[in-house]
């Protein structure tokens, strides 16, 4: 089992800045990929951005968030990030954070069926 818990959200100004962590813990060392989901209230849970574990940390990001969210990872510290700049109101949502273990996530990263492990999520709201 993995546990994930995702803390830094919160109520920032459009146009400000925003970094999210999510911490893993348990068997950690069968994760591939660590990626970014979120939800507003009434729609679905969309990808945000997805990296992964070893060699370089291979990146991916949703079109409405390139350029602006930056996707990183602490091996050591077993932690994702999610620097989120330039925010807008449209970017309010609550962010989860999700674990794959098959590699195949790469090619199906924005497929929520391909994560094994969520956390509970953190609220990130942009005000106009």
């Known amino acids: 089992q993995v546990q994930l818990v995702e803390s830094g959200g919160g109520l920032v100004q459009a146009g400000g800045s925003l970094r999210l962590s999510c911490a893993a813990s348990g068997r950690t060392f069968s994760m591939y990929a660590m990626g970014w989901f979120r939800q507003a209230p009434g729609k679905e849970r969309d990808f945000v951005a997805r990296i992964t574990w070893s060699g370089g940390g291979n990146t991916y990001y949703a079109d409405s968030v390139k350029g602006r969210f930056t996707i990183s990872r602490d091996n050591a510290k077993n932690t994702v990030y999610l620097q989120m700049n330039s925010l807008k109101p449209e970017d309010t949502a609550v962010y989860y954070c999700?674990?794959?273990?098959?590699?195949?996530?790469?090619?199906?990263?924005?497929?929520?069926?391909?994560?094994?492990?969520w956390g509970q999520g953190t609220q990130v709201t942009v005000s106009s």
């Open positions: 999700a674990a794959a273990k098959d590699s195949t996530v790469v090619a199906y990263s924005a497929d929520t069926n391909w994560y094994d492990y």
